[in-house]
């Protein structure tokens, strides 16, 4: 409801670093339903969406049905070939295909678009999507992709697990969560996105924003990924590209 936004300080649920903010452009902390986001950006929300919260995480559930979020502009978002970020905390619920968030043609090319989606567990879209990597069902899990106008790096849990030069020409359209051709469900929180490449520094704090109950589990195939579980997170060898060099 509106005129709650106090509650999304950053002390609550187990918050235990600093939340970047520099370059958010657009932010729903889906604990509760709200017609106007604290980025500002109006939205709607269609069909049924339970609020709770699971493992630690303060969650929005979309059950397998007709439910999503859409903001009513795409202002400010990133499009075309401009530099950004997308975040967020996702819980697989069933085996099959659904469209998660994002923005872009949601059908183009994935040059034209910008999203996450589970179908057999993958969540990233080729060729983001690490090889090998499963999301388990019922798991929380982060993931964060970052562009900054070169290179695309897709992290899980605060981990770096795969660079890629890719063509990026996102179309003009507003960010949504769920959709409603996708029919099956699956848990969000804290959908954020940037208008810059996050350091790779600020996507680990973004991964200790909640913590879990049950521990986190990758399952990688390629040698020199596999991650063994530690609650609350994942720990493991970072994928290292010899080009990255940022600032600390």
């Known amino acids: 409801m ?5 509650s999304y300080t950053m002390q609550a649920a187990g918050k235990t670093g600093g939340i970047p903010t520099a370059g958010l452009v657009f932010w729903h902390p889906l604990q509760e339903e709200l017609d106007i986001l604290p980025t500002g950006q109006t939205i709607t929300n269609t069909g049924n969406w339970t609020y ?6 303060p969650c929005a559930t979309k059950s397998n049905g007709n439910a999503h979020i859409n903001a009513t502009n795409s202002e400010g978002i990133p ?4 530099t950004r ?10 085996d099959n295909a659904s469209m998660v968030c994002g923005w872009g043609s949601q059908a183009g090319a994935v040059s034209e678009r910008w999203l996450y989606r589970t179908a057999t567990g993958a969540v990233f879209p080729p060729p983001y999507q690490p090889s090998g990597f499963s999301a388990a069902i019922g798991v929380w899990h982060h993931y ?29 359209a507003a960010p949504y969560i769920g959709a409603s051709s996708w ?20 996507i680990k704090e973004l991964s200790k924003e909640f913590s879990p109950i049950a521990a986190n589990r990758l399952t990688m195939a390629r040698p020199g990924l596999l ?12 994928v290292v590209d010899p080009d990255y060099v940022e600032d600390c």
């Open 2 to 6: 509106l005129g709650h936004w106090h």
């Open 52 to 57: 709770d919260i699971v493992d630690g995480v």
């Open 79 to 82: 499009t075309g070939s401009a």
């Open 85 to 94: 970020t997308l975040s967020i905390w996702l819980m697989r619920l069933y």
């Open 144 to 172: 964060a992709t970052s562009y900054d106008g070169t290179r695309v790096r897709s992290y899980i849990d605060g981990v770096l697990v795969r660079t890629v030069t890719p063509d990026v020409a996102t179309t003009t």
């Open 183 to 202: 029919q099956y469900g699956f848990r969000v929180a804290a959908m954020r996105i940037y208008d810059r490449a996050l350091k790779s520094s600020e």
């Open 227 to 238: 991650m063994a579980a530690k609650p609350p997170f994942v720990e493991g060898v970072e």
